[in-house]
């Protein structure tokens, strides 16, 4: 078992709403090409195993490996897809090389969400086939009735989850790649039109074209290749029910878990005093709230307050979503969990730019797969 696994090449496509120029092909090829280059290491000759975290409702085609390995320098290599968010492939690729099989590893996610016409009727057939999509639950539906739970469970107001798209809206300002920065203040995002009943929409991530790539190494590797190396210290996932009638409606307990699950890797017992800044799913404004206590970081209905007081602010005690978010960068389906990752190993490179923190040096990714699963996680990584 090799002792540590580190992160040595990271490079990103799109983060538009629209990319007509390209095809989702050219932009796995510019981001694979830019982190093959931050890595130092030819695909072909460096690379030993390849993943991709795609889904194939999303892609529109099946085993969708089969359509990567061109683009990723991956011809007659090892590849596999990780049907699940870019996080799980993140651990994947975290595994693989603990098992001492692979000392380098590519990890690819992307999004070309513009693609699609319907990405509510896409994502309705991950429902129950049975007792579900007879009903023709619409996805934000789906989300409104869990908001409207956790608001009602926790004590949480409609006003603290506005909280959240000023904030995050705000700091994607200062991110290049975020397309959806913007001023806004509480009562505009109130004001904004509703979805479904409480949720808003300007309380929900517009989707985004992008592409992440990740070159993941061993720890003789990375020391040899890397004056950063950024170090995955723990990487958990876990499930809850996947049926709509007997799961928990108010807590992210599947996000509790992979935590608890990545915290133990990594040694910590108190998130709030180990971890200096986290990236966590905002898809929808509430789910920043409910992500960060399930994380641990706030007891229950206690992420609302620490919000709305500035605790969660790029200058606050926990900076929280620097990079803007899902709710700034947009929604890049399945390489949502890939982009919160590229953002912290930005922050602990120092090489984040105008959003750059002081003196962090360990950060926290985590996501959630989105309506209808209850699918999530989490990765704890240090410079």
Not at 182 to 207: C, F, H, I, M, W
Not at 304 to 327: E, K, M, Y
Request: aromatic share 8%; glycine share 10%; net charge negative.
């Amino acid at each position: 078992m090799n002792d540590r696994v580190a992160i040595i090449g990271i490079g990103w496509s799109g983060f538009r709403p629209i990319t007509p120029e390209y095809s989702y092909k050219e932009l796995m090829y510019e981001a694979a090409q830019r982190a093959y280059n931050d890595a130092g290491l030819d695909p072909r000759r460096d690379i030993e195993s390849f993943i991709t975290v795609a889904e194939d409702f999303h892609e529109g085609t099946s085993i969708f490996d089969e359509y990567t390995p061109d683009q990723l320098g991956a011809v007659l290599k090892p590849m596999h897809t990780i049907s699940g968010d870019g996080l799980h492939g993140l651990a994947t690729a975290y595994m693989l090389i603990k098992t001492g099989q692979f000392s380098t590893i590519a990890l690819e996610g992307h999004s070309k969400a513009s693609n699609m016409l319907s990405h509510a009727g896409i994502t309705a057939y991950a429902q129950d086939p049975i007792l579900n999509r007879p009903l023709r639950l619409n996805t934000h539906f789906i989300a409104g009735m869990e908001m409207n739970r956790y608001l009602h469970d926790t004590n949480t107001t409609h006003e603290q989850c506005a909280q959240v798209v000023v904030k995050n809206r705000r700091n994607a300002l200062d991110n290049p790649s975020a397309p959806y920065g913007a001023n806004l203040s509480v009562e505009d995002v109130l004001a904004g039109p509703s979805l479904s009943y409480p949720l808003g929409k300007r309380e929900t991530a517009q989707y985004s074209d992008g592409a992440v790539v990740m070159v993941l190494a061993n720890e003789e590797t990375a020391l040899a290749l890397s004056d950063s190396p950024i170090w995955v210290l723990g990487a958990g996932w876990s499930n809850d029910s996947p049926s709509l009638e007997n799961r928990d409606w108010s807590s992210a307990f599947y996000t509790q878990d992979a935590a608890q699950f990545a915290y133990r890797q990594a040694g910590i017992r108190n998130p709030l005093e180990a971890i200096d800044f986290a990236e966590v799913d905002d898809q929808y404004a509430y789910k920043e709230l409910q992500s960060l206590e399930a994380l641990g970081f706030f007891s229950p209905g206690g992420a609302g307050p620490a919000v709305t007081n500035g605790f969660t602010d790029r200058d606050g005690p926990l900076p929280v979503n620097i990079s803007g978010g899902c709710l700034g960068t947009g929604n890049l389906l399945d390489a949502n969990g890939l982009a919160k990752t590229l953002e912290v190993v930005l922050q602990l490179r120092g090489e984040a730019g105008p959003r750059q923190l002081d003196e962090v040096y360990i950060g926290l990714a985590q996501s959630w797969r989105g309506v209808p699963t209850a699918s999530g996680a989490v990765a704890i990584l240090a410079n």
